[in-house]
């Protein structure tokens, strides 16, 4: 079961506070030596000194380090104390074998995206969400099949992600709208390896599903 849903915490709420139009992409989450949480995450704004100050002073993390980054976005790793990690729930679905997928944060919550080997265990983590100071919101539920998309047209995570952009923005209507340039512009790669990955996608659709 793969589970879509939003979560409202204090963590981080003082780094968010100070920059409200922020916008940052969780790439990992995992239990740090002192039992707390480390979050590796892509955080987009046109000024980070705000969010920076705020992680100082916010009382859920004891530390953090910018990984890399450029004009627009950088990389940091967080780690979280250990009330800020039971806050992010990740003692529970790491308990239930569950699978974090992605997640997002903006100033008002945390949206989560979490597979979960069953609906019990699902089940298990919403309980645990209403034993914490944590309000649970599910956006989505859904099924997996014994195969994902991606293994049963043998895509790769960009490609399938590259294919799904382009039908969501119009790329293949007649006529098209939206161009592999503007594809291009919000992607971490260059126009011809785009065009590239793209090639290689459809190529992988037509053979999987035409032999």
Known sequence: MIAEFDIDTTVMDAAFDRSPQMEASLLQQTASASNGLDVVMDVVDEEFSSFESGLDADDTVTDWVRLSGADDWRRYRVTL????????????????????????RTRDCWRFRIQFPDENSFQRYVEYCDEHPVTFRPTRLS?????????????????????????????????????????????????????????????????????
């Open 81 to 104: 104390t250990e009330q800020g990690r039971r806050l992010m729930t990740h003692p529970r679905w790491a308990d239930e074998s569950a699978v974090f997928l992605d997640g997002t």
């Open 143 to 211: 099924r997996t099949d014994p195969a994902t998309a991606s293994e049963r047209f043998g895509l790769t995570p960009g490609q399938r992600q590259l294919l799904s952009d382009a039908q969501e923005r119009g790329f293949f209507e007649v006529p098209r709208e939206c161009t592999l340039e503007e594809l291009a512009v919000d992607a971490p790669v260059s126009h011809q390896a785009l065009s590239e990955r793209l090639r290689r996608g459809m190529g992988s659709l037509v053979e999987s599903t035409l032999r």
